[in-house]
């Protein structure tokens, strides 16, 4: 999809519908799960896949049709949406559905045969792993973008642009990604680390050592992300708030953590050392490498011994591979003849070694085993850039150019096969998650994101934004764009109920948040933060986000950030105190953005219980049903249909009698829906022990 130039096409509704006996959506029969669009999702500078989660996930019936209908009260001849369709002149080739619209608000709808619109649909149950490729920044329009995440079908999942080059990619054990590369301005300031989700959502980005390059990543133990720079090194928190200095100079190229120790590796070139090694307390260098004077180290990888290997450019007289022990005593070196730089070294679980070159009329993949020996060559043609292992297949995959179009290959059984096409001119990185990837479990509720500067707080003033809530729900946090001015100290971020007269502010604080404000990173360019919030909120009812650092003032202060003219939410207005908030004053002219954010809601499914139940009288019975939901669902147990008093668990347990027989259900419920088990027969056989209540002789014993 992409908007008009300019355009602002407000909140766009998604709805899954099914089809009515016309072929057409039934809009009648209502939605059968929703979500939305902001004008922020949508760019127009060029059409981008916009992943729209639904609030309710709904399973969808083999060979039935349905219908996903776009539309919104914003869009008009001034504010346009276009959503990208496959068009080739003559006819639908979609053989499962076709293209329909509408010019009566959903009233009637009419077909139209001569192209389809492009869409895809995720499956919430099933996601494949995660593939990230880095590189060149596409800068001619609609294609912008240095950041591509596939899954492994090779679908194409969301797109970034950094603003410059990327370099490298790492996905973390939550398959958080973290991208590096030259210094960027993706529209919040200059960054040369950016974090995203597995869906692309941006957690954040850092300016790291204040240097124009971030060039290769590892991750510790704990998640802390290493980041080889132009001038240095440095350790940085996972939250990218912070950052520890390891080497303070000099170009850093390959980087990697022993995760043993979390020592770690430091690979550069020039007059330092090609190699260096620190402990996880950091400090000195525990020992230094340097077996090719001038080469630099590309890349480095760390065997199952604790050797380390480096891959290094071509230095006459020296080889391409080096290794040590984890005490720095030089062990085995390769060569193979390979006269030009190799870019990239990785390991797997077996030890087997990986290495790409740019020898393109020689080995340009080349598998060593533990020891150092060819087990094979690849004369690829082309120039290889990175190469890394699958955590989930234990599979080497490799990135470069080919003719202006870059592929990412997987190596098996000796070759080379084509696995993803990225439209740029070069992959400088990959990374592949170490999971399935996650489906979000969250989503912005109500919303304002249009933010052009920025409005200050500080001691007696305090701000405030009021919106209305889009729906009952349990908002679990806020997110709100801070700048930095000092040390503002401590901030509070609360809400507020809404006088109904005046809409301004009102009362006590509902539920309230407090962080040191000094923690907000960005000094010029806003940095939004999540902080939990959580509070029941009632559908249409008006509340407010109220925000005060009490010990601030004009040199230590938060500035939230805000639209400074032409405000256009629809559902409620800024406010300023300068009384510590016993008075409030509407701002009619700006707006301050924020998120509240809801958990996505899935309805009770059961994925396992109990079968069909023989016992003898006396005997226990035990019957269970495992299920899934959110919020949890609760249980009740049913005996031919009819409730069984007190059996609210997900197991039943009790001892039978012949009274017990029948077929036992289970009702699984939580405020999204409900599911009732399969039938679970008990039946009952006689006990095989006679009772004697007078422990009496038996039979010809017995005393007559």
């Known amino acids: 999809m992409r908007k008009g130039s300019g355009d602002n096409i407000g909140t766009l509704n998604v709805g899954l519908y099914n089809v009515d006996g016309s ?4 809009i009648a029969g209502g939605a059968l799960a929703t979500g939305t669009i902001s004008d922020s999702d949508v760019s127009d500078s060029g059409y981008n896949w916009i992943v729209c989660t639904l609030g309710t996930p709904y399973a969808l019936t ?23 369709r496959d068009n080739d002149g003559s006819t639908s080739d979609y053989p499962g559905g076709d293209l329909e619209w509408s010019g009566d608000g959903g009233s009637s709808w009419s077909t139209t045969t001569t192209g389809d619109l492009l869409f895809r649909c995720r499956d919430a149950s099933t996601s494949p792993d995660l593939i990230v490729l880095v590189g ?9 973008a240095s950041v591509w995440a596939y899954n492994t079908s090779g679908e194409l999942q969301w797109t970034y642009d950094t603003g410059a080059d990327a370099f490298d990619v790492v996905i973390d054990s939550v398959n958080d990604v973290y991208v590096s590369g030259v210094q960027g301005d993706d529209g919040s300031g200059s960054k040369n680390l950016w974090k995203f989700d597995s869906v692309g959502n941006k957690l954040g980005g850092r300016h790291v050592r204040g240097t124009t390059h971030a060039w290769d990543l590892a991750l510790d133990s704990v998640g802390r992300i290493i980041v080889g720079t132009g001038n240095g090194a440095a350790r940085v928190a996972v939250s990218l708030a912070t950052e520890e200095i390891i080497a303070s100079a000099g170009t850093v190229g390959g980087v990697a953590v022993d995760l043993v120790d979390d ?22 260098a525990l020992w230094s490498q340097t077996p090719a004077s001038g080469s630099v180290v590309t890349d480095i990888a760390i065997m199952s011994d604790q050797r380390v290997i480096c891959s290094l450019n071509y230095s006459a007289g020296k080889k391409i591979i080096y290794s040590w ?17 190799a870019d990239s070294v990785a390991v797997d679980s077996s030890d087997n070694i990986y290495v790409v070159t740019n020898d393109t009329t020689g080995k340009t993949f080349i598998k060593l085993n533990s020891s150092f020996v060819e087990q094979d060559t690849i004369a690829h043609g082309l120039i290889l850039r990175r190469v890394v292992v699958g955590s989930g297949d234990d599979k080497p995959y490799a990135t470069g150019l080919r003719n202006g179009s870059v592929l990412c290959w997987q190596y098996d059984s000796g070759s080379l096969d084509d696995m993803i096409q990225c439209p740029t001119d070069e992959i400088e990185g990959i990374a592949i998650s170490s999971g399935a990837y996650v489906i979000p479990t969250t989503t912005k509720a109500d919303y304002y994101l249009t933010a052009s500067g920025a409005l200050n707080f500080q001691g007696t003033t305090w701000l405030a934004q009021t919106f209305t809530a889009t729906g009952s729900y349990d908002m679990i946090s806020v997110k709100i764009p801070f700048y930095r001015q000092g040390s503002p100290g401590t901030t509070t971020i609360a809400l507020r109920a809404v006088d109904g007269v005046t809409g301004k502010p009102t009362g006590a604080d509902l539920v309230s948040v407090s962080f040191d404000g000094s923690e907000i990173t960005t000094l010029s360019t806003a940095e939004w933060r999540e902080f939990t919030l959580v509070y029941s909120l009632v559908n249409g009812t008006q509340y407010a986000i109220v ?22 939410y629809p559902d409620g207005a800024a406010y300023g105190s300068s009384d510590s908030g016993a008075t409030w004053t509407i701002d009619s002219v700006r707006e301050l953005n924020f998120e ?7 309805a009770p499914e059961i994925t396992a219980q109990s079968g069909n139940t023989e016992v003898s009288i006396g005997q226990q019975v035990s019957l269970f049903v495992t299920a899934t ?7 009740q147990w049913k005996k031919d249909g009819v409730p069984l008093s007190g059996e609210t668990s997900s197991t039943l347990t009790f001892y039978a009698q012949s009274s017990d027989i029948g077929v036992y259900t289970c009702v699984v419920t939580n405020a999204v829906g409900s599911v009732t088990s399969g039938g679970m027969v008990l039946t009952t056989t006689p006990s095989a022990y006679a009772y004697n209540p007078f422990n009496l002789p038996l039979d010809a014993d017995r005393v007559t």
């Open 23 to 26: 072929d057409h959506p039934d």
């Open 547 to 568: 925000i005060r650092t009490p010990t601030g003032d004009l040199f230590n202060r938060l500035l939230w950030g805000a639209k400074l003219t032409s405000p256009d």
């Open 629 to 635: 939901g959110e919020p949890a669902p609760t249980y």
């Open 263 to 284: 020592s770690i590796y430091l690979g550069s070139g020039g007059s330092y050392a090609n190699l260096r090694k620190y402990a996880s307390t950091l400090g000195a």
């Open 325 to 341: 022990d984890m005490n720095g005593a030089n062990q085995l070196d390769y060569d193979g003849g390979v006269t030009t730089n």
């Open 596 to 602: 509240t954010i809801k958990e996505i809601l899935t």
């Open 136 to 144: 060149d920044r596409i800068t001619d329009g609609a294609a912008a």
């Open 62 to 84: 083999a060979s039935t049709k349905y219908a996903i209908v776009v539309h919104g009260d914003s869009l008009s001849v001034a504010n346009v949406l276009t959503w990208s």
